[in-house]
């Protein structure tokens, strides 16, 4: 890879970066425990995604996401 375009990848990843909030994920484990995890992402869909590849008991049971905010507020 050549220098400029190391720079032009990293100037896209911050762009991409820069578009992202702060999510927070909750589910509801098997002993009905309530669990948060907190991920930037560019949507809620992405959040639950990221939440299913990091959480185990997430991606063998999906539906147990009861909530996903973004903690993100526009402030203008």
Same mark, same amino acid.
């Given at each position: 890879m050549w220098p400029d375009q190391a720079e032009a990848l990293g $100037? &896209?990843?911050f762009?991409?970066?820069?578009s992202h909030k702060r999510y927070t994920v909750? *589910?509801?484990e098997s002993s009905s425990r309530r669990v948060? &995890?907190?991920y930037y992402a560019g949507d809620a869909? $992405?959040?639950?995604?990221?939440a299913m590849e990091v959480v185990p008991f997430i991606k063998a *049971?999906? *539906?147990s996401i009861e $909530?996903?905010?973004c903690e993100d507020? $526009?402030?203008g």
């Amino acid at each position: 890879m050549w220098p400029d375009q190391a720079e032009a990848l990293g $100037e &896209s990843t911050f762009g991409s970066m820069k578009s992202h909030k702060r999510y927070t994920v909750r *589910h509801r484990e098997s002993s009905s425990r309530r669990v948060e &995890s907190c991920y930037y992402a560019g949507d809620a869909y $992405e959040a639950r995604i990221l939440a299913m590849e990091v959480v185990p008991f997430i991606k063998a *049971h999906p *539906h147990s996401i009861e $909530e996903i905010r973004c903690e993100d507020t $526009e402030q203008g």
